[in-house]
């Protein structure tokens, strides 16, 4: 079974630039999960997808941070424009449902804001 | 708030000794427990869960911990330890009557393996 992928990797910009990150999950897994882990300390949940509709949005700093999920599957993370404190891991998770389920972890995308 | 703290940044043992990674938990309500670990460029793994019965939970890697509730602690151990177990453990907690299941981590403990 495909685990969760995650693309870019690695991704280095300039303050005040814009960057997406991409996940695809494990299929079947109805939540999808955005953490961003800072160099550290462990991971903070940023948003979390039911299907298409968003959960928790509640610790997503909603003037530079955007997510979608379209269709309930793949999922797109936006930042714009970056902060130099956005620098971290941003590590994309998926789940059959909510409640004490295992979550599976992507490898993460490694951001550098310069 | 609901908290996790891991007691211990930095964990160094030898080869073939036992493995002690403490966390607590601030909460009243005793919540869902996990126990993940992070090896170098990768993303999270799950070594076990505890969310209900058994105190004593088994997972994978010959780890296991132990939930306690008059401590609020759920410690992780391994008999002996690998060169292969080098890497950064978190433990998380998950509240029991969330609507979200939404995921609280501790800040992590790297553990190191000496030969």
């Known amino acids: 079974e495909a685990g969760v992928a995650q693309s870019p990797r690695y991704k280095i910009i300039e303050k005040r630039q814009s960057v997406a990150f991409w996940c695809n999950p494990i299929s079947g897994h109805a939540t999808l999960y955005w953490y961003q882990q800072i160099l550290g300390q462990g991971p903070k949940l940023l948003i979390q997808f039911q299907n298409n509709g968003v959960v928790d949005d509640s610790q997503l700093p909603k003037d530079r941070f955007s997510a979608e999920r379209l269709k309930g599957v793949d999922s797109t993370l936006k930042i714009q424009p970056a902060k130099l404190e956005d620098s971290a891991v941003y590590l994309c998770?998926?789940?059959?449902?909510?409640?004490?389920?295992?979550?599976?972890f992507g490898p993460g995308t490694r951001l550098l804001v310069l | 708030a609901q908290s996790v703290t891991q007691l211990g940044s930095h964990v160094s043992v030898s080869e073939g000794a036992l493995v002690l990674l403490r966390c607590n938990y601030s909460?009243?309500?005793?919540?869902?427990l996990f126990w993940y670990v992070q090896y170098p460029n990768q993303g999270l793994q799950l070594l076990l869960k505890y969310t209900s019965a058994a105190t004593l939970v088994k997972g994978i890697n010959g780890f296991e911990a132990e939930f306690k509730k008059s401590e609020t602690s759920f410690h992780l151990t391994k008999p002996s330890a690998h060169m292969s177990d080098a890497a950064e453990y978190f433990c998380a907690v998950s509240e029991r009557y969330s609507n979200t299941g939404k995921l609280i981590f501790g800040q992590g403990t790297t553990l190191q393996v000496k030969p």
């Open positions: 909460s009243s309500v005793p919540p869902y």
């Open positions: 998770a998926s789940s059959l449902g909510r409640l004490a389920e295992t979550q599976y």
